[in-house]
Structures are given as C-alpha cells and as structure tokens.
C-alpha cells in the first residue's frame, strides 16, 4: 500500500551545495537548510562544481535524512547547445544533472515527500509534473531581469543577442514555474514586486518575499583581530565578494580606476582592497592601480571588514538583499553603496549607509567619512544596531513553519 505523503519529508533541491555557507547564495541555502532540517525530515539534492569540498557531504549529512552531491555538467557551451535545441534558458541546461534526475526520481519513489523546497529557478526543472504534493520555490531574485540589465549594458552585438534571449526565455520559464508551485519566493519585497509586474498573467500565482538575515554574533567586530596588513599605511576602504561574479567585476573596476584617482588627490596614501575568491584577469588586473590591492580567496573575510576605514558596494546591477552589505553591517563598518546594492536593506540613508551613484559621488561619500571619523564610527554603530534587532536569521525565517504549510497541518 502507498504511504500518504507526510508534509514534514521535505525533498530540497540547491544548484549548488549549501555548504561551506561562504557566498550569498550558499548563505541562504545553507540557513533555509538548517531551519527546515531542525522541524522536519530533509532529503538534500544538489549540485556541486568539480570535487566535493572536504567536509561538505559531512556537513550536509549532520543534518539531513540523506543527500546527494552531483556534478553539474561542466560545459557551458554543450548547455547553450542544448538550450538552443530544447528552447529553454541556458540557465536551466547548465544545471541539468542525469545523476541528480534519478536521485529525485528514487527519493520521491521511497519516501513519503510532502513538500519539495526549490533554492533556485534553475532546480524547478527537477520537479516532476505528476508530483501533487506541496512545491514552494524560492526564486530568491529575478534572474530574467538580471539578463535584460546584462543586455542593456552589453554593447558587442551577438552577446547582447544572447542576454536578450535568455531573458526572454527565462522569463517565461519563471513564470510556468510561478503557477505550477504552491508558493513563490522573492529575497524583498522590492523583487517579489518586480516578478509580479514581469508576469503575463499573475491571477493564481502566489508570490511573497523572505529576506536575508545575518549571524550577527559570527560578524560582531570584537569577534576577531583586524587584519594586520591594513593597520599599517592609510585609509582602507574595502570591496568582499565573489570575484568571478560579473557584476562584482564591473563594480570594482569602476571603483578602481575612476573613483581611486580622486580619493587619493586628497589621500594618497589611501588603499582599495578586493578581497574574495576567484578574481578573475580584469580583477587581477586592477592590482597596483590606483593604490589597488587583490587578495584573491581569504580563509576568512571578518579581519578585513574589522581592519577597514570603509566599506564599499559600488554595483551598477544588483538583486535582491546583498550578504556583503549586511556582513559589514554587522561588523560596524561605514558602508558607501549604490541605490542598487541598498535594494532590501532596512537602514536610512546617512544614519546606516550613506548611498551614491556615479564617480563623483562615490568619491565624495567616502572622503566624507575618511574626513570625519567620529560621524564614520557611528554610522557603523547604528549599522549593527539595526542588524542586530532585525535581521537576525531566527527572526527572518519566522514565517517558514506557515510557508511550509506546517502550521495547518499541525
């Protein structure tokens, strides 16, 4: 006899592993993760880039009924072949996984699945359609919209062909997937906005936000030692991220070779610090210009912010909540960003970031605060303040019970 489906057997599906929770997207994965697993009963598949990390099964293990770490398909260019083919995002065919597919298929064949927890549009294609139980898929930002930015700024034609096309596509694909789930999921409220004004027909389709929190007693400034290398010399304003993510790349290149010359006519001394993993040659590049400094991966990024005279988050593209703001944040560390990178943070401008857009007005927000120390720590202050009271993950995630439908079945 077939076992009715139990609403606490959560099938959650990643496209990459939560762990090492060490980038924005594995940040929330990895808490999504921890939260669902401490109510119910967690199958984990997801997909993982080259060789498992030490560690990783064991870490995802700890707190799961079972797990699978697949490979994701290391060609891109087979995927945008295939994408042509099948008519779907080139985003979605690079994460197409046979051995994941079949993990899916066994799980939901062995076990009561209830509901089934997508982090990520690209994984929705691992959803059955003859599956009739609960799907909650979090979105988290509106990646179409991510492709239409791509191709406004893109000026070589047959990649801004491209871009256009996936936005195209992908769009249409997010929305199928908006109606063929119970609940969808948006980082803010900003972007569940957005994804509902792009909807051809939203009648039907449920769409909230749930925000990124931070561990505000992991990033506490007394938590570790400055770096010592940023003690000696001038200011230090610093830039965290991933540094093979494209718009990371175009926003410290900005910083760098356009904002750097005027904050060092008035500090010369003055030193732009990226750090994070990956860099790819244009950021490796920007090393030396400029009073520029790459460090490339760090094994840990708090004795950065802690040794930093500022932050900076000069994106031109961004969606959703940005971990990096937050962790500064968190770190009571002067932040200057850009009106997209203060998208979803709770905050005022000039009390707990100070926001600016262009050249000339990055530089002059930050040689403000390398100017006025006393304004600059208590700006960082009442940054962690308000992290601390409204951003903490157990406060973010609070309505995930109901999300999950637990509350009803309780």
């Known amino acids: 006899m077939a076992r009715l489906p139990d609403p606490h057997e959560v099938l959650f599906l990643a496209h990459r592993a939560p762990w090492p929770p060490d980038r924005g997207d594995r940040i929330r994965s990895w808490h999504l993760l921890r939260a669902l697993a401490a109510q119910a009963r967690v199958h984990c598949g997801c997909l993982v880039e080259g060789a498992v990390e030490p560690g990783q099964a064991e870490a995802i293990a700890a707190i799961t009924a079972s797990h699978c770490l697949a490979r994701r398909p290391s060609s891109l260019g087979w995927a945008g072949i295939s994408a042509l083919v099948t008519g779907r995002p080139v985003s979605v065919s690079a994460f197409a996984s046979a051995h994941l597919a079949r993990w899916v298929r066994q799980t939901l064949l062995e076990r009561p699945i209830g509901t089934i927890f997508v982090f990520s549009g690209q994984m929705a294609q691992y959803v059955p359609d003859t599956f009739a139980g609960r799907v909650v898929m979090d979105f988290v930002d509106v990646d179409s919209a991510k492709f239409d930015a791509y191709a406004a700024q893109t000026r070589f034609w047959p990649l801004r062909a491209i871009h256009a096309r996936e936005a195209r596509v992908l769009s249409v694909f997010e929305q199928r997937m908006a109606h063929r789930a119970d609940l969808s999921l948006l980082v803010t409220g900003e972007e569940r906005d957005l994804f509902v004004a ?186 962690r303040a308000l992290v601390c009271e409204q951003a903490g993950w157990d406060q973010v995630l609070a309505p995930l019970p109901a999300m999950m439908g637990w509350a009803d079945a309780a």
């Open 198 to 383: 792009r909807m051809t027909n939203p009648a039907g389709a449920m769409v909230e936000a749930l925000h990124n929190g931070i561990d505000a007693d992991y990033f506490a400034p007394q938590a570790v030692v400055p770096e010592p290398a940023l003690a000696r010399g001038g200011p230090a304003i610093v830039f965290t991220g991933q540094m093979d993510y494209a718009p990371n790349v175009a926003a410290v290149q900005l910083f760098a070779q356009s904002v750097m010359p005027v904050i060092r006519d008035r500090h010369p001394d003055a030193a732009f610090v990226i750090v994070g993993r990956a860099p790819t040659a244009e950021v490796r590049a920007l090393d030396g210009v400029a009073g520029t400094r790459v460090t490339g991966a760090v094994l840990d990024v708090r004795p950065w912010l802690a040794a930093a005279d500022c932050v900076v988050v000069p994106l031109q593209i961004a969606r959703g909540v940005q971990n990096k703001v937050l962790e500064a944040m968190a770190m009571a560390r002067p932040i200057v960003l850009t009106r997209a990178a203060a998208t979803g943070i709770c905050g005022a401008d000039g009390v707990h970031f100070a926001v600016a857009d262009g050249v000339a007005a990055l530089a002059s927000r930050v040689l403000a605060l390398l100017d006025d120390r006393a304004t600059a720590r208590a700006m960082g202050a009442a940054a």
